[in-house]
C-alpha cells in the first residue's frame, strides 16, 4: 500500500523558514516523481513545485509564486522528499500535500498545516 | 500560464441525479486533463485521468469526456459517498493548473 507521510509544518513567523517532509512507502520511491501541492484555507488547490526522479534528470520545477523562495530536494536513500520554505510570507498559509505523479497526481499524503502569522 | 475555470461553482443534487461539471481551459490542450475529488479535510483523490480514464478502482458511475478547451466529467448516478468538492487539472503546460471546484451537495 503506497503511503506519504508529511511532517514539519507549523507556526511560522513572516520571513521565517520551515523545511516540510514526506516519506514515501510502498512504491519504488527513487523512480517516482515527486510534488508538492498546497491548499490555503477554504480555498482550491495549486501545485508548487515538482522534482523528478534521478533515472531522468532529477529536473525540478516551481511555480512562479515560490520561485527562489521554495526548494525541493529528495534523499532517495531515505525515500523522502523535502519542501525548504524560506521567506515566508502570509500567503503561504496552506495544508501541503505530497503527492506522487509526473502529470497526474496519483497518491496524496494527508497533508501538513503551515500557517504564517504574526 | 493555462488558467483552468469550472461551472458552476456549486450544485445540488439527489442521490440517484446525473451531475455534470464544466471545465474550461484558456487554451487549445491535448489530452493531459485530471479530475480529482475531495472531500472535507481529506485529501484529493483522482478519478479520471487523460480526460476519459477512470483510475483503478474508481466506479463507473464517474466519466470524462471532452476535447480542446472544453472538458466534462459526469455522475451518472450519485451516491451518498459522492458528495465532495471536484477538479479538474490540466498537465499541458507547466505550471500546472487547477480548477476553482465544483462543490456537490445535498438538495
Known amino acids: 500500500e503506497v503511503q506519504l507521510v508529511e511532517s514539519g509544518g507549523g507556526l511560522v513567523k513572516p520571513g521565517g523558514s520551515l523545511r516540510l517532509s514526506c516519506a514515501g512507502s510502498?512504491?519504488?520511491?527513487?523512480?517516482?516523481?515527486m510534488n508538492w501541492v498546497r491548499q490555503a484555507p477554504g480555498k482550491g488547490l495549486e501545485w508548487v513545485a515538482r522534482?523528478?526522479?534521478?533515472?531522468?534528470?532529477?529536473?525540478?520545477d516551481y511555480a512562479a509564486p515560490v520561485r527562489g523562495r521554495f526548494t525541493i530536494s529528495r534523499d532517495d536513500s531515505k525515500g523522502t522528499v523535502y519542501l525548504q520554505i524560506n521567506g515566508l510570507k502570509t500567503e503561504d498559509t496552506a495544508v501541503y500535500f505530497c503527492?506522487?505523479?509526473?502529470?497526474?497526481?496519483?497518491?496524496w499524503g494527508q497533508g501538513t498545516l503551515v500557517t504564517v502569522s504574526s | 500560464d493555462i488558467q483552468m475555470t469550472q461551472s458552476p461553482s456549486s450544485l445540488s443534487a439527489s442521490v440517484g441525479d446525473r451531475v455534470t461539471i464544466t471545465c474550461q481551459a484558456t487554451?487549445?490542450?491535448?489530452?493531459?486533463l485530471n479530475w480529482y475529488q475531495q472531500k472535507p479535510g481529506k485529501a484529493p483523490k483522482l478519478l479520471i485521468y487523460?480526460?476519459?480514464n477512470l483510475e483503478t478502482g474508481v466506479p463507473s458511475r464517474f466519466g470524462g469526456s471532452g476535447s480542446g478547451t472544453d472538458f466534462t466529467f459526469t455522475i451518472s448516478n450519485l451516491q451518498p459517498e459522492d458528495f465532495a468538492t471536484y477538479y479538474c487539472?490540466?498537465?499541458?503546460?507547466?505550471?500546472?493548473?487547477f480548477g476553482p471546484g465544483t462543490n456537490v451537495d445535498v438538495k
Open positions: 522534482i523528478k526522479s534521478k533515472s531522468v534528470g532529477g529536473t525540478i
Open positions: 487539472q490540466q498537465y499541458d503546460i507547466l505550471p500546472f493548473t
Open positions: 487554451q487549445d490542450m491535448t489530452i493531459h
Open positions: 503527492v506522487t505523479g509526473g502529470y497526474r497526481f496519483d497518491f
Open positions: 487523460d480526460i476519459s
Open positions: 510502498g512504491f519504488t520511491f527513487s523512480n517516482a516523481w
